[in-house]
T-cell receptor, first 115, second 114 residues
């Protein structure tokens, strides 16, 4: 069964550094998402991406964040200047929206630790 | 925006008994309600979902019920087993072309006592 994949599984970075988190969504899916989960808390929506543009972003997704789908298969989340409070698990998800398919499939996550 | 509340936050159940987790949502336009199971350090995995045109859905030991009038939905797990121990999240989706974002509840840590 196809799965969403993410790399790296764990990223440690110093405050102020840039990080890029990578995701490969399921190949025929059309909608792509980033969520984050701070340890012990709920999953929070960051951004959705459809038709090569951002369709919605949350308050968390400020100017330090950006997303790209550079080559038709990868979907990346960049944090330009990391802060301590960016430490979290970041999940990519994808879905094939249609009348019969709303399911979102999550990747295994990237644990980001900012020191 | 949509707000989803979930309770209880923790639930301990004797193996073989049933577990019920409840969620309420605020946006009456929400039309899709999935439940995810998350084991420690793992990704959320979709276990069952329900759409707003259906009142109940079952899949073996798992069922979900939806009350649109009251804006709440529940997860029911029968004949619980140790491997059901995990954190369960409910979520909702409001129809919005181009954006299918999910709003999650705060999670329920379910512990099955052998």
């Amino acid at each position: 069964e196809p799965e969403v994949t993410q790399t790296p599984s764990h990223q440690v970075t110093q405050m102020g550094q840039e990080v890029i988190l990578r995701c490969v969504p399921i190949s025929n899916h059309l909608y792509f998402y980033w969520y984050r989960q701070i340890l012990g808390q709920k999953v929070e929506f960051l951004v959705s991406f459809y038709n090569n543009e951002i369709s919605e972003k949350s308050e968390i997704f400020d100017d330090q964040f950006s997303v790209e789908r550079p080559d038709g298969s990868n979907f990346t989340l960049k944090i330009r200047s990391t802060k301590l409070e960016d430490s979290a698990m970041y999940f990519c998800a994808s879905s094939l929206r249609g009348l019969s398919s709303y399911e979102q499939y999550f990747g295994p996550g990237t644990r980001l630790t900012v020191t | 925006g949509e707000n989803v509340e979930q309770h209880p936050s923790t639930l301990s159940v004797q193996e073989g008994d049933s577990a019920v987790i409840k969620c309420t949502y605020s946006d009456s336009a929400s039309n899709y309600f999935p439940w995810y199971k998350q084991e420690l350090g793992k990704r959320p995995q979709l276990i069952i979902d329900i759409r707003s045109n259906v009142g109940e859905k079952k899949d073996q030991r798992i069922a979900v019920t939806l009350n649109k009038t009251a804006k709440h939905f529940s997860l029911h797990i029968t004949e619980t087993q140790p491997e059901d121990s995990a954190v369960y999240f409910c979520a909702s989706k409001t129809p919005n072309f181009g954006n299918e974002k999910l709003t999650f509840g705060t999670g329920t840590r379910l512990t099955i006592i052998p």
